[in-house]
């Protein structure tokens, strides 16, 4: 696709349940991002790829947290047990070169909803 | 430790009006990057404009321009005769070299509004 597509767009879950998002980047990007968004606020980094590995990881918020990007391309944030705090929209980004200093581009987001 | 101050939560105007919308940033890095998002109703981040520290020289671009001040820490957005259009929540953001330039600290946003 044209632009970082991410699956999928709306989930509710329950409190303590198993949850994965998913982020298709732009074709030829090494470099992918996942930022969280909760209400009223501005994004906040969650964690940097670089190729496939994480090269900065030090915006996930606890250990429930994880991300994968196994051949450097699609990524996958999961989160395990689930908390109410983790209501937010998780948003992806993508760049053709390493940093932020570069122009990014972000998808649409996953607005993630625990009950 | 790096912040972006986005004092404005809302702004309203009426189509035509010119508006500013104002940002404070904290860094310190001697070189970062200032960056303008802007973000629609259907929620993706829509890159503005990217800014160095080293470039304090204004930029326009169309119906919007950017004014770039070290001396206040200050990176103000203009929007000239604004349309129904630009209605989003526009966001500033920082990165710096010390704590990454792969990482985007972003202020709390400023919804613009612009009614027919």
């Known amino acids: 696709g044209a632009g970082v597509s991410q699956t999928p767009s709306n989930k509710v879950t329950e409190k303590g349940k198993y949850v994965e998002l998913r982020c298709d980047p732009i074709?030829?990007?090494?470099?992918l991002y996942w930022y969280r968004q909760s209400l009223g606020q501005g994004p906040e980094f969650l964690i940097y790829?670089?190729?496939?590995?994480?090269?900065?990881d030090s915006g996930l918020p606890n250990d429930r947290f994880f991300a994968v990007r196994p051949e450097g391309s699609v990524s996958t944030l999961k989160i395990q047990r689930t908390e109410r705090g983790d209501s937010a929209v998780y948003l992806c980004?993508?760049?053709?070169?390493?940093?932020?200093?570069?122009?990014?581009?972000f998808g649409q987001g996953t607005r993630l909803t625990v009950v | 430790a790096q912040k972006v101050t986005q004092a404005q939560t809302e702004i309203s105007v009426v189509e035509k009006e010119d508006v500013t919308l104002d940002c404070v940033y904290e860094?310190?890095?001697?070189?970062?990057?200032l960056f303008w998002y802007k973000q629609p109703p259907s929620g993706e981040l829509v890159f503005l404009i990217r800014?160095?520290?080293?470039?304090?020289q204004n930029e326009i671009s169309g119906r919007y321009s950017w004014n770039f001040q070290k001396s206040t820490s200050s990176f103000n957005f203009t929007i000239t005769a604004s349309q129904v259009v630009d209605s989003a929540v526009y966001f500033c953001?920082?990165?710096?070299?010390?704590?990454?330039?792969?990482?985007?600290?972003f202020g709390t946003g400023t919804r613009l509004l612009v009614s027919p």
């Open positions: 980004a993508s760049s053709e070169r390493q940093g932020m200093n570069t122009e990014a581009f």
């Open positions: 074709s030829g990007h090494t470099a």
């Open positions: 790829f670089q190729g496939t590995g994480a090269a900065d």
């Open positions: 860094t310190r890095d001697t070189t970062y990057y």
């Open positions: 800014r160095n520290s080293f470039d304090e």
């Open positions: 953001a920082l990165s710096g070299m010390n704590t990454g330039f792969q990482k985007l600290v």
